[in-house]
């Protein structure tokens, strides 16, 4: 009897050396994927190994002399013997594969995969999402029964899924909008971001708002724009509103600060498209905070979207460990992330978005 052991990139490419090599009467007892060794072997395409036996006995079957059989009947056993064959070969074939294809339930007991799993329906991602990442696992050929290498697949996985862009400031003055629900962190966002540009990087920057229905909220933008020594405009209707921009047209960024809007309410967002139409803004960043509801999340995204919504900014971070939903919003928006901000303190509290820092929030690491 010989056994032999084939390695090969598909299954069907092993059947045929071993068809070659032993004959059509080879058995298949085994088969499995596998990784070739060594430390490059782990970023390579796993292989197919399978182990076939020839029964050293099957040449010696009694084999009847030509001369014995009515040739016709000959030339029909033949046809009907190599018929039956190919078909057992196919059978066996089959049988081999299906021990490497796993169902989607059975993949999903695999230790590792079921711990992965457990792990980001904890951070609040939907199970939707989550049976999504682990497809993208199988797809890409991750030994799901290793841990480090599942672990080290869905870091990859979110890597090509998340998106994120800082401003682009490619021409001046460069004017960007912050639009969201109430309360989010608009205005104190704002007063991040003009500290950043202006203090630390040396740009022209002038603050408009468009939120003057509380005294409070000018009052607030005011004492910001104070302390960072950059003027402020405070446009009542259009028309200021394109007063200010004509005043500020010698700035490189303009930060617009809006009424925090609700996303039921069209009549609200309504009034924003008005401003956007009267100058179009080269960016509109939607403030959504980590502390809304997955539910609240969905309308929010389709009340501001069709704003002409750029960019996303994560606020509030710090206010929660479950940040599976910003995935969700990341994924399902494909609107590039451009700011997270972590705190109350202006302007510290601000940080530059980046796939490593979303990855990071997202799975806890
Ligand atoms: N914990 C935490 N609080 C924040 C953050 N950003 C803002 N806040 C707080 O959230 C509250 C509301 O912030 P604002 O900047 O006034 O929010 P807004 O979106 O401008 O609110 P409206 O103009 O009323 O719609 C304030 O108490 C802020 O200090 C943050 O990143 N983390
Ligand atoms: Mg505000």
Known sequence: MQ??????????????????????????????????????????????????????????????????????????????????????????????LSTVIKSPEEVLQIKPLELIKKRLLDTGMSLDSVGCLLKELIFDGVDLYNVAAVENGIYNVLKKSLKTKAPMINKKPYLILLVGTTGVGKTTTIAKLAAKYHLKEDHKVGLITIDTYRIAAVEQLKTYAEIINIPLEVAFNKDDYQKALQRFKEMDLIFVDT???????????????????????????????????????????????????????????????????????LTKTQIPLSFITTGQKVPEDLETASVEKVIELITGD
């Open 3 to 96: 056994v032999k052991k084939y390695r090969a990139d598909s299954m069907k490419e092993a059947l045929e050396s071993i068809k070659k090599e032993l004959g059509p009467e080879a058995l298949i007892i085994e088969t499995r994927k596998v990784r070739s060794k060594g430390i490059l072997g782990f970023f390579q395409p796993l292989k197919v190994e399978v182990t076939a036996v020839l029964e050293g006995t099957s040449k010696q079957l009694y084999q009847p002399k030509a001369a014995e059989i009515d040739p016709k009947v000959m030339e029909n056993t033949v046809k009907e013997v190599a018929r039956l064959k190919e078909m057992i070969n196919t059978i066996k074939s089959e049988s081999a």
């Open 259 to 329: 009424a925090g809007r609700s996303q039921n309410n069209m009549i609200q967002v309504g009034e924003l498209r008005e401003f956007i139409a009267a100058q179009k803004p080269a960016e509109i960043h939607l403030v959504i905070s980590a502390t809304s509801k997955i539910d609240d999340y969905r309308s929010i995204v389709a009340a501001f979207v069709p704003l002409g919504v750029t960019h996303l900014i994560y606020s509030k971070a710090d206010e929660t460990l479950k940040h599976g939903a910003l995935f969700e919003i």
